[in-house]
């Protein structure tokens, strides 16, 4: 894998919401940025209902957010965050926002993306995945293939100057199937601190802990690491 990895050149972080790439995969992002892998994040919504507290409105908490997610990013090496600033809790995959993210694609033109798995409705017994999660994932996956490889899907991005780009890896976050690990153990650290960045969102310190647990895993020589799970998906 590691061969692999020393290949490729960039990475695009598709997800909902501030703060969803440091707890889906910021130690992937840490090492690979480590690597000299150039990574970017793609933040589709604002944020901004991402509180119960009375006192703070909608606008002045999706600032906090977009500042937030900045603070984590250079945590972890990110090179480039583009927020699309659409409304939180509302995110639909529709035509206008599929061809939002075929341009970020053709411009950035990752080798890789990371983003959700919308096939994932529930975890376990006691957490529903948030609706904006799963759109994400279904947005980006239709944005990759087929539209931001050919050029009769969104012809008015030709006029902009941005050809056709296809992604051939993808990681898929969150996915109840996993089929590809990564290693976090050196950036498992990372990973928490810019999670910390996060402080609207954190009212428990002990989300921390549990982020930590979740991570640790054991690698086929029985070694005890910290690792970030997705199912892998290779596009021709």
Known sequence: MQGIMEQKKRVMVIVAHPDD????CGGTVARWSREGMEVGYLILTNGNKGSSDPTVTPEHLASIRRIEQQTAARILGVKEVVFLDEPDGELQASLQLRQRVVREIRRYRPDIVICPDPAVYYFDTSYINHPDHRMAGVVAL???FPAARNRMYHPELLEEGLEPHAVHEI???????PNRWVDISDTI??????IKAHASQISDLEVLDRVRQRALDTDSYGRQVYREAFHYLYIR
């Open 189 to 194: 650290d990372l990973k928490i601190e810019a």
């Open 21 to 24: 790439p440091e707890f889906y």
């Open 142 to 144: 239709e944005a990759i």
């Open 171 to 177: 990681y898929l976050a969150g996915s109840a199937q």
